[in-house]
């Protein structure tokens, strides 16, 4: 007898067909090198786009959107992983990361404390509906077209929720920019030892995730911001410089051997 069961199902098509058509893994395997890189990209988009925001808003909002829009583009369309492609993808973000958090407060006017509420709220609704439709959010189950679109939108929130909660401890609750680096840099120790004791690997990676930006974010602005204002006055260009000149030396490294991916933890 023939049921429902035993009928082929029809295949997906147009749109939603593109969305989960099958891919490679195409996130890097976490290792030392991996969060060394991330953090760097977070330091480097802090004092690229406060640069660029100094020299021209339009400028800065062009160079923003345009960068994200062609890193993402090209991520998109990509069947494989390529560190230089992913990490040019990561840096994009970091910079127009950085630009929303600060539209939120410096144009829109809400105070820091709110914007990282906002912020953490997105990130939470993200994280959310992403395990809701796809069942998993592991970075190493990121198969489909429609699992990297949630895994880069949530990526954008977090770098958008470091750069205000950076902020909100080194301006508004006047901690300083060294003081934010000593205690965002603490607070990752925590996820560290929380997955040396056995605990999920996927809640202390998203943890240590979303802290590397704000740790990267206020080491930038401290080594880049002038003396008067709390930093050693280096300067937002020379440090996004040298942060782009890092991030591209280790990418380079990388790209000589591109590592497998670990196997995607089910949560």
Same mark, same amino acid.
């Given at each position: 007898m023939i049921t429902n069961d035993t009928l082929p199902r029809p295949r997906p098509s147009g749109v939603r067909a593109l969305l989960v058509r099958p891919l490679a893994v195409k996130v890097p395997a976490v290792t030392a090198v991996f969060w060394l890189v991330k953090v760097l990209t977070t330091g480097m988009g802090e004092a690229a786009s +406060?640069?660029?925001?100094? &020299?021209? $808003? =339009?400028?800065? %909002?062009? =160079?923003? &959107?345009?960068?994200?829009? *062609? @890193? $993402? %583009? *090209?991520? *998109?369309? @990509?069947?494989?992983?390529? /560190? @230089?492609r992913y990490w040019f993808a990561v840096a994009m973000v970091a910079v127009f990361g950085t630009m929303a958090a600060d539209v939120l407060h410096a144009i829109v006017g809400v105070p820091y404390l709110w914007s990282s509420l906002f912020w953490a709220a997105a990130v939470a609704a993200l994280f959310l509906v992403w395990r809701r439709v796809e069942g998993t959010v592991s970075i190493h189950s990121i198969t489909t077209t429609r699992r990297e679109l949630f895994y880069w939108c949530t990526v954008l929130a977090t770098f958008a929720l470091g750069t205000a909660a950076g902020d909100l401890t080194a301006i508004a609750l006047g901690w300083?920019?060294?003081?934010?680096? &000593? &205690?965002?840099?603490l607070a990752l120790l925590v996820p560290l030892l929380a997955w040396r004791l056995g @605990?999920? /690997?996927l809640v202390t990676f998203w943890t240590a995730y979303v802290l590397t930006r704000p740790f990267g974010a206020s080491v930038a602005d401290w080594l880049g911001k002038p003396v008067a204002a709390g930093? $050693?006055?280096?300067? +937002?260009?020379? =440090?996004?410089l040298g942060g782009c000149l890092a991030i591209a030396a280790l990418v380079a490294l990388l790209a000589r051997r591109v590592p497998t991916p670990e196997v995607a933890v089910r949560g």
């Open positions: +406060d640069y660029l925001g100094s &020299v021209s $808003l =339009v400028l800065g %909002g062009a =160079v923003g &959107v345009l960068g994200l829009a *062609l @890193a $993402l %583009g *090209l991520q *998109l369309r @990509a069947r494989s992983f390529h /560190p @230089a300083g920019f060294l003081t934010s680096a &000593v &205690v965002f840099g @605990a999920s /690997p930093g $050693l006055g280096w300067g +937002d260009g020379p =440090v996004a």
